[in-house]
Structures are given as C-alpha cells and as structure tokens.
C-alpha cells in the first residue's frame, strides 16, 4: 500500500483526547525511530509531541519508520519520507527531534534521515539548508555517544521542563551555529561539534577536548514533582502493541537499586505520582478503555497500588501493571488483580539461585518467589511468566539450573494445593550491560556460552512438562551491547550497517561478524565490535557517558559492583534519610 494512504487511514483511525492547536512557524517534526504501533505505545514519545504540540510557536507533526512492507519503495529510491499529519517532507521541517528509547533504534536514525534524502553525518550538512536534527529520550540519557557523529543536539534527561527551555532559545536566535552556542546554555543540552574524544594506543578514549561554551559536564534534567505533570494516553488507536489500554505513568525509576538496571540508576530518586492521582487518571482512562495499563519500572512498590486496582475493578476494568516485585505483592492486589479479571502475571525474580538474586541484589527470597506464586494462583490467575536473564556477572552454571529448580516449585506446590494452573512461562534474555550501572564495567557473555547454557536449561525445564522457554537470541543481545557501551566510533559501524540494509536481528549479526573478521585481519578502519561488547572496562579507564552527570557518584556504582563480587546486598532506597549514592 501506498505510505500516504496508510498514514491518512491511521490518522483517521486515531482518538485525540486532547484539543490540538492549529500550531505557529516553527515546524518540527517528532520522530519515533521505530514502527507506528510501537510509537504510539509509548508514552515518551506521546508525552513529547505533546510538549512540542503545546507551544502556540510550533507546528508539530509526527514521523515514524515505514513498515517493512514499504521500505522498499525507499530503497529503490523512488520516494522520500514525509512526516505522518501534513504528508510535509521531514527535509522541509525546520527541526527534527527524534525520540530514543530503545538504543537498538540508533540504527533507525540513520535509515530515516537516508529515506528523508538528509545526508546522514552532521558533518556533510554544515552549512547547506537542512532542519536541526534534535534527539532526546531514556537511550540517550545513558550513551548518546553512537549516534554522535549525526545528531547537532542532545537533550538529555526528561523533556517536561527542558523542552520548553529549548524552546524558548531557539526561538530568540538565528543560524545553526548561533543557536547552537545560546542553546548550549539550556541544562541538560549536549551539542557533539563542541567535543573531541581523543583515543590512546590501546583504543580506548584517553580525553574528551571541549571547546564550547561553559562547563563540558552535561547535567541530565529530571523534573522533581511528577504531580505537576500528568504523563496518560494522549493518542488512542487499537492498531498500537497497547491497543486496548489506556495507559497511565505511576513513577519514574526504582527503589530497589538492582545492578543490572538503568532504570534503576538513571532516573534517581524515584519518584512515585500520588495515589489519587492515579485513580483519577484511571478513572479518565476507563471511560475509553477497558484496561488500564499501569507503567513504571516495579509497579507492586507503587503507594496505594491495590486500591488503585480495587477502584479500577469496581469501575468495571481491569488493572494491567507493567511488571510486579514478588514480595511486594499484598494479598490485596493480587485479589483486585485476579477480580478484575487478569489471566497472567509477570513475575521478575532475574535469577534462580539465591546467590545470584544477592549478586544482583534482588532483595527476594526463594520463599518471598513461592509465596507470590502460590497466591496468585490461590486468587484465580491462571497463568504465570517469569522472567529471568542469563549470563550475568559471576553467574554459575548451577545458578542457571536454579531456575529450573525454582520453576519445579512453583509447580510442586500448586499441584500439592490442586491449584489450577495455566501456562508457566520461562522468558530469558542475556545480560546487556548498561551505562550508569554497578555492572557497566562488566562484558556480555560470550554469545556461544549463551546458547551452551540456554540449551542446558531447555533440557532441564523440558522435564517439567507445562513451561514453556522464550529465550531472546544472544545475537539480539550483541547488537545491544554494542550500542549501549560504544562510543563514537560506533557510528561508522552503524553506518556500514545501514548500508548494507540490514533490517533484523540476522543481517545485523552476520554483518557485525564480518566487521570483527576484518577488523582481526587488518582489513577495516572500523573499531572491532569485541572491543565494546566482550571486554572488561577497566575501572580507572574514562568512559564514553562520563561527560553526563547522572547526580550517582562514580565511586557509589564501583562499591557496588565489589558488593556484587561478594554476594552483598544493599537496602533499597529511603529517600527520606539516605544520601549515599549522591542522588538525593
Ligand atoms: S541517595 Fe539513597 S535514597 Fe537517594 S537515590 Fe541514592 S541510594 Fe536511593
């Protein structure tokens, strides 16, 4: 189907919930770098648009990836990519403002602005006539540094006051390079041209050269009071992976500090919306949906959360939390959960042992896991998904196994009970390492080693019968890695990937494996994507995210990283008292 017909069906498919404005001079185009139904389930870039749709200066318009069936219409080159409201060319548009969540869409960036025919590295469009090319969201908060080479500015951390702020700048000067030195002065702005990393003999980024205005520190913006905000469903359409939710934001990052999580680390101190709030949201949600999808990082240590499933219940609807720590289940929410209907829980225990929880400090107990279980199927819901990962830092084989052994528990005991019980679902995803994590010195796991050890628990869980395993590929996994712990020089690499189409988790891995032969022949001027996944960071080296200050000491994650080694864990977070990681 023709791109612009579908854009238009969409489009009249959609449910605005809000009154739109007829927009100003400035046009900016807000770009989700993935498909259409994934956009429109994210709250980020809903929450974006209508920051920039809101201001009477600007006429905001939406762009997305086409979808596969489409791109070929690009490739050949026969067509150029138009934004989705106005059909406008995004190379008319005077900015472009994509919003990241994923780092694994870094690759879409550059096959959009290829489809918009804008040269890709920012570079080739000094001084001709292209928009601002503007990126912001949770990817680039962590590392930006991939897509450095084709992006002029960075906002980096949340966009409810900073945007505004952009704004207001961009609007008082003229010329790409004067903006760029006023808007350097917005906190939380980050313009690559002004930083030059410099490279020692081993590859590894020696110093960074500033020479732009102020300090080169990058201090990401997070807002203090989400209450002043309300972040809902904004745009409604069945067509979006939610489809038929209304979703409603109940905090931003996490209390409970497991190592492995950015979440966990970027969004420092959490912040929780007031319980009445929430219930008012879901209240405005059920008058459109059924299902309210409740969106956070651990939705069970949310402040009043089964209340907030009790009222949804007696509304009529049914309450959908995004994913629940195990010992924070109250015997409250698991009965509103189980009334208003859920079928399926998601459950996180990360990993199986015990020994393992305490490396990542999970903070639960096998008991707390059993006990969870056994209580959610005791209220009626039927089906249960556990999620795990797998090539974690110390991780042993028999920690792998715990997993089945944990598994065989849960079952043991619901058989005991005559429990009815649906589907047992096993989810296991490799470990990718995350900047501003305890473990973001630490490598991925061999991708070979990966699979050895997926292949032993496949056997292992078989014998259980009822469970079933969905495990993410360690290809998928490598891909992330790179993205998340590269530096600048990882542009080349996706730029070679791009290149050479490649559009999935297969292309993307047999190219990468092409790439790190020639690198290891001397063939390629291109970094080896080893370097970035599979080495040990050195804890005195300069990394390339340290220019961001996340407000978490550097020390802080180094002490608990050597927690991790010992199988120490540390209480969560009491933002009340504590001050010990610097975010508070
Ligand atoms: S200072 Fe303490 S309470 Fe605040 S975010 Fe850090 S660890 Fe958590």
């Known amino acids: 189907m023709y791109p612009r017909k579908r854009a238009l069906e969409r489009i009249a498919r959609e449910r605005v919930l809000y009154e739109r404005s007829p927009g100003g001079d400035i046009s900016i185009c807000v770009i989700y770098p993935n498909h259409y139904r994934l956009g429109m389930a994210n709250l980020g870039f809903q929450a974006i648009f209508h920051i920039f749709e809101s201001d009477p200066n600007v006429a905001a318009d939406r ?6 069936d489409e791109r070929e219409n690009f490739r050949s080159g026969g067509e150029r990519l138009v934004s989705f409201e106005r059909g406008r060319p995004l190379s008319d548009f005077d900015i472009l403002a994509f919003s990241i969540s994923f780092e694994t869409d870094y690759l879409n960036v550059l096959s959009i602005l290829k489809m918009a025919g804008i040269p890709t590295r920012r570079s080739e469009r000094a001084g001709r006539n292209f928009p601002m090319i503007v990126a912001g969201g949770s990817a680039v908060f962590l590392n930006p540094e991939p897509i450095a080479d084709f992006v002029d500015l960075f906002l980096i951390g949340e966009g409810e006051e900073m945007v505004p702020e952009f704004l207001s700048r961009w609007n008082e000067t003229r010329g790409l390079s004067n903006r760029l030195h006023e808007l350097a002065t ?39 009071d989400l209450n002043r905000f309300t972040t809902s469903s904004l745009i409604l359409t069945e067509e979006s992976v939610f489809g038929d939710m209304f979703l409603v934001e109940a905090s931003r990052g996490c209390q409970w500090g497991c190592r492995f999580c950015a979440a966990g680390f970027m969004y420092r101190p959490i912040r929780y919306r007031a319980p009445e ?18 969106v956070g990082a651990e939705m069970a240590s949310v402040p009043g959360v089964a209340e907030i499933a009790s009222a949804v219940v007696d509304r009529g609807g049914r309450l959908s939390p995004s994913s629940l720590k195990a010992d924070c289940i109250s015997p409250a929410l698991a009965s509103a959960l189980a009334r208003g209907g859920n079928q399926s829980v998601t459950v996180a225990p990360e990993a199986g042992s015990e020994r393992m929880r305490k490396v990542i400090n999970k903070n ?3 008991a707390e896991i059993l006990h969870a279980a056994e209580m959610m199927l005791g209220k009626g819901v039927g089906n249960l998904k556990f999620y795990f990962m797998i090539g974690l830092p110390e991780e ?6 715990a997993i089945a052994d944990l598994v065989a528990k849960v079952l043991e005991r619901a058989r005991a ?56 590929s360690p290809r998928e996994a490598y891909f992330q890695t790179m993205v998340s712990r590269g530096d600048r020089r990882v542009g080349a690499i996706l730029e070679r990937l791009e290149a050479a189409g490649c559009d ?10 092409q790439i790190h032969r020639e690198a290891e022949s001397g063939d390629s001027d291109l970094p080896d994507p080893d370097f970035f996944v599979t080495r040990h960071y050195t804890h005195d080296e300069l990394l390339p995210w340290d220019f961001i200050d996340h407000h978490v000491y550097k020390w802080f994650l180094l002490a608990e990283r050597k927690k991790a080694h010992h199988e120490h864990q540390s209480p969560p977070c009491d933002v009340e008292r504590c001050t010990v990681c610097g975010a508070c």
């Open 63 to 68: 762009a997305f990836l086409p979808d596969a």
């Open 186 to 224: 917005v906190e939380g702005s980050y313009i690559p041209e002004f930083y030059t990393p410099v490279y020692d003999d081993a590859g590894r980024l020696a110093t960074v050269h500033y020479r732009g205005p102020g300090s080169a520190q990058v201090n990401r913006r997070l807002i203090r």
């Open 277 to 294: 709030s929430l219930v008012a949201e879901a209240e405005r949600g059920l008058t459109e949906r059924n299902v309210i999808g409740l």
């Open 364 to 366: 639960l107990t096998e």
């Open 396 to 401: 042993r084989d028999e920690d792998v196994l």
């Open 417 to 472: 009970r005559r429990t009815r019980i649906g589907s047992v679902t096993v989810s296991l995803n490799p470990f990718v390492p995350k900047p501003w994590t305890p473990f973001q010195w630490d490598p991925m796991e061999d991708a070979r080693s990966i699979k050895r050890k997926v292949a032993m628990l496949r056997a292992r869980l078989a014998r259980l019968g009822q469970v079933e395993l969905d495990a993410e």
């Open 504 to 513: 999935g988790a297969g292309p993307i891995w047999h190219e990468l494996v």
